[in-house]
């Protein structure tokens, strides 16, 4: 299975620190995006990195993309309590007509 | 607003009755889907279609039927309800299935 597997599986910072989330997968992809997930809601796409780049910024979030590895980082820099939430990251395979969501990582962002 | 839009929200429902949760998406999508989220499991992909007349089992389609009669619907039917399949569910579309996903806001089902 190509699912993606975040790492931490929860973590807590304070306001204004940087949080950063793993993800690793098994087999070679055509992107990869990363989803948040406020409590019991829908998921909000919130990057998308193809195979062929190594790096996407948006906004406070950065997304880094090592495909020697089958490794990707999600960066939030000067947190919020806003950010609060459970992030995903999920994988599209070359071959693949499937987007394959990993466990998730659950962020407390404490005031 | 360009939304996917899942009905009903909430559902208590008894082992066996046939029940269908709808889906519908108003941005013209080619590409939807449907996952269920279990704790510890994360989110699994039950059924996904890649246009009109077109669908294909994802991960977990046992117990699940869907249909792609028009583009913007996308019905999950369950026939034979289980307590297994007591779970919350997410329909999402995408432009293309190499693109982004907008999800629907959520069903939680329960079987009892």
């Known amino acids: 299975s190509q699912q993606g597997e975040e790492d931490p599986q929860a973590l807590s910072i304070q306001e204004g620190e940087n949080a950063t989330m793993n993800c690793s997968y098994k087999?070679?992809?055509?992107?990869l995006q990363w989803y948040r997930q406020n409590s019991g809601r829908g998921l909000v796409h919130l990057i998308l990195?193809?195979?062929?780049?190594r790096e996407k910024h948006s906004g406070r979030l950065r997304v880094t993309l090592d495909t020697s590895k089958k490794s990707s980082s999600l960066l939030i820099t000067a947190s919020r309590a806003a950010d609060t939430a459970s992030y995903f990251c999920?994988?599209?395979?070359?071959?693949?007509?499937?987007?394959?969501f990993g466990k998730g990582t659950k962020l407390t962002v404490n005031p | 607003e360009a939304q996917v839009t899942q009905n009903p929200r909430y559902l208590i429902t008894v082992t066996g009755k046939k029940l269908t949760v709808t889906c519908s998406q108003n941005?013209?999508?080619?590409?939807m889907s449907w996952y269920r989220q279990d704790p510890g499991l994360g989110l699994r992909q039950i059924y996904y279609s890649m246009n009109v007349e077109v669908t294909d089992k994802g991960d977990v389609p046992e117990g699940y039927k869907v249909s792609r009669k028009e583009k913007r619907n996308f019905p999950l039917i369950l026939e034979s309800p289980s307590p297994n399949q007591t779970s919350l569910y997410f329909c999402?579309?995408?432009?293309?299935?190499?693109?982004?996903?907008?999800f629907g806001q959520g069903t939680r089902l329960t079987v009892v």
């Open positions: 999402a579309s995408s432009p293309t299935r190499r693109t982004e996903a907008f």
């Open positions: 990195i193809r195979s062929n780049e």
């Open positions: 941005m013209n999508h080619e590409y």
């Open positions: 087999t070679s992809i055509n992107n």
């Open positions: 999920a994988t599209l395979g070359g071959g693949s007509e499937k987007l394959v």
